[in-house]
């Protein structure tokens, strides 16, 4: 049997899970004016890429990385050409 943690073991834990919960809440409002709900969700794994587009036209390009904490690192800021570029490949 282990030992139970101790105080400063379970505040950290909290700590960590309070700020990946906040993290997610955060995501679900990325390029949506005034905190409406998200139009899509994308499934993705390690190593893909996502495009994120804001009502203006332009977006961003972000890679998935294997970090709990912050799982999109940026690579570039995308024009509204660049975009559909993005899209004409996905077709």
């Given at each position: 049997m282990t030992a139970p943690y101790d105080d400063s073991t379970q505040k950290e834990w909290k700590e960590r899970k309070d700020r990946i919960d906040g993290y997610y809440r955060e995501m679900g409002q990325v390029g949506t004016p005034n905190k409406e709900k998200v139009s899509?969700?994308?499934?993705?794994?390690?190593?893909?890429?996502?495009?994120?587009?804001f009502s203006d036209?332009?977006?961003i390009l972000y890679?998935?990385?294997?970090?709990?904490?912050?799982?999109?690192?940026?690579?570039?800021?995308?024009?509204?050409?660049?975009?559909?570029?993005?899209?004409?490949?996905?077709?």
């Open positions: 899509s969700i994308i499934v993705a794994n390690s190593g893909d890429r996502l495009v994120v587009q036209g332009d977006g890679e998935i990385i294997e970090d709990l904490v912050n799982p999109l690192r940026m690579v570039q800021t995308l024009s509204h050409d660049d975009i559909e570029k993005f899209k004409k490949l996905t077709k």
